[in-house]
Each structure stands twice: as C-alpha cells, then as structure tokens.
Nanobody
Framework: VQLQASGGGLVQAGGSLRLSCAAS????????MGWFRQAPGKEREFVGV????????DYADSVKGRFTISRDNAKNTAYLQMNSLKPEDTAVYYC??????????????????WGQGTLVTVSS
C-alpha cells in the first residue's frame, strides 16, 4: 500500500484543518488506518485510528473531542479533521495502514505501511 498524506499547513490556535491520506496499491478496506504525529524533539505518538468499516474509532486522550477520524473506502482515503487546534498540536502528521488481527493499533509496530508525513503548524 502506498500512502500519500496531505492537507497540512499553518493555522492559528483555535482553527481547523483537515488532513487526507490517499491510499493506492491494495484493497483499502482491508486495512486499519492510523494517524500519528511527531513534534520537534519528541518521539512519534499515536493520535487515532479507524477500523476497517469506519464503525470503530479510537483516539489519544490529548485529541479526544477535538479530532475526528473518518474514511471513505470508495475513495481509498482516510481523513483527520482537527478542530480547536492548539500550539502543542504542531507536528508532522503521518498516516499508516495496518492489518494485524488482535492489535489495538496504538503502536507504530502495529502498522505495515506509512505515508510521508505532512506538517501542521499552529501559531499562538
């Protein structure tokens, strides 16, 4: 699976952005789609995940209530809607695809494929 993340940019605190992750190469609906982020000087961290049909999602506590993950299997695309952005949300955001039964998909090792990342900068 090839993943292409897009939609990053510069936004003021309190604003919104929507990231997209376009997939190609394999059957998109076979994969759980996760979002991670890496802030400057920090390790990459889990943001959220959406399961195959989109019925089940899970979020990190730091983004719960502000971020929403969705997917359109017909368009082979996953989305990360980010609202009420804070300066601490500044990071490179990555999408990832995994297919490992029994995983909770909160760890990087649960995923097989990664996008190239898109930078989100939130100014105060």
């Amino acid at each position: 699976v090839q993943l292409q993340a897009s939609g990053g940019g510069l936004v003021q605190a309190g604003g919104s952005l929507r990231l997209s992750c376009a997939a190609s190469g394999r059957t998109f609906s076979d994969y759980v789609m996760g979002w991670f982020r890496q802030a400057p000087g920090k390790e990459r961290e889990f943001v959220g995940v959406i399961y195959w049909s989109g019925a089940t999602v899970d979020y990190a506590d730091s983004v719960k209530g502000r971020f929403t993950i969705s997917r359109d299997n017909a368009k082979n695309t996953a989305y990360l809607q980010m609202n009420s952005l804070k300066p601490e949300d500044t990071a490179v955001y990555y999408c990832a695809a995994g297919s490992r039964p029994g995983s909770y998909y909160r760890r990087e090792s649960d995923y097989d494929y990664w996008g190239q990342g898109t930078l989100v900068t939130v100014s105060s």
